[in-house]
C-alpha cells in the first residue's frame, strides 16, 4: 500500500504566473483535501474532494481551484501568483465514511512554492 | 468561523521534564486530533478523540477531550529529544469532514 505522494517537491515561479500541483492519494481512498501551510503557522484548508466534487472551500480566492480524477488523485491550480502564496502545499487523503465522525487523514511531504 | 488556538506557541525544556499543550476553541467540534510535523515533512496523525471527556495514551504522550468537546490537551511525560517538533490540533466541525488546524506549538527538547 503506497502513501500519500504529491509532486513537485519544491517549485518556484515568479508573480503572475500559474502553477499546478498534484496529489496521489492513498489506494482506497476517495476524498483528497488541500492545505496551505505558511512558515511557522498550522495548516489552513483550501478545500475538499469527494468522488470528484468539490465538497467545501476554505476562505481562498477562486483563483484557487482543483481537480480529482476517477482515480481519485487529485491536482489544486493556482492563477495569478501572488507573493503571499509562499508556503507548503499539503494534501491529505482519507476515507468518508457515512455518518461517522474522526475519519483518519494521511498527508503527503507537501509542495514548497516560492512565488518571487 | 472556527477557529483553534493553541498555548504555548514554543516551547524549549530539557530532556526528563513534563509538559502540557493546550488547544481551546469557543466551537464544539464532532472530533479532534492531534499532530505532530517535522521540518519539510507533512503532519502526522498521533490520536483521534471523539467523545466528550475522552482519555487516550501513546505511550508517554496522553491526550484529553474536553467535556464540551471545545477543547483538548496533550501532556507529555518525561520529554526525550525524539519528541521535538510541531504540535498541531485539528477539530472536524459537526458533519462537515472538515479539519481546522491550531496555530502550533514548536516543541524542542534538548538532551
Known amino acids: 500500500e503506497t502513501g500519500v505522494t504529491q509532486s513537485p517537491t519544491h517549485l518556484i515561479k515568479t508573480r503572475g504566473q500559474q502553477v499546478t500541483l498534484r496529489c496521489s492519494s492513498q489506494?482506497?481512498?476517495?476524498?483528497v483535501s488541500w492545505y496551505q501551510q505558511a512558515l511557522g503557522q498550522g495548516p489552513q484548508f483550501i478545500f475538499q474532494?469527494?468522488?470528484?466534487?468539490?465538497?467545501g472551500r476554505g476562505n481562498f480566492p477562486p483563483r484557487f481551484s482543483g481537480l480529482q480524477f476517477p482515480n481519485y488523485s487529485s491536482e489544486l491550480n493556482v492563477n495569478a501568483l501572488e507573493l503571499d502564496d509562499s508556503a507548503l502545499y499539503l494534501c491529505a487523503s482519507s476515507t468518508r465514511r457515512s455518518g461517522r465522525t474522526g475519519n483518519e487523514q494521511f498527508f503527503g511531504p507537501g509542495t514548497r512554492l516560492t512565488v518571487l | 468561523t472556527q477557529l483553534l488556538e493553541q498555548s504555548p506557541q514554543f516551547l524549549s525544556i530539557q530532556e526528563g521534564e513534563n509538559l502540557t499543550v493546550y488547544c481551546n476553541s469557543s466551537s464544539v467540534f464532532s472530533s479532534l486530533q492531534w499532530y505532530r510535523q517535522e521540518p519539510g515533512e507533512g503532519p502526522v496523525l498521533l490520536v483521534t478523540v471523539v467523545t466528550g471527556g475522552e482519555v487516550k495514551k501513546l505511550k508517554r504522550l496522553t491526550f484529553q477531550f474536553g467535556d464540551a468537546r471545545k477543547d483538548s490537551s496533550l501532556h507529555i511525560t518525561a520529554a526525550q529529544p525524539g519528541d521535538t517538533g510541531l504540535y498541531l490540533c485539528?477539530?472536524?466541525?459537526?458533519?462537515?469532514?472538515?479539519?481546522?488546524f491550531g496555530t502550533g506549538t514548536r516543541l524542542k527538547v534538548l538532551a
Open positions: 485539528a477539530g472536524e466541525g459537526g458533519g462537515t469532514y472538515k479539519y481546522i
Open positions: 489506494s482506497g481512498h476517495n476524498t
Open positions: 474532494y469527494y468522488r470528484e466534487e468539490e465538497n
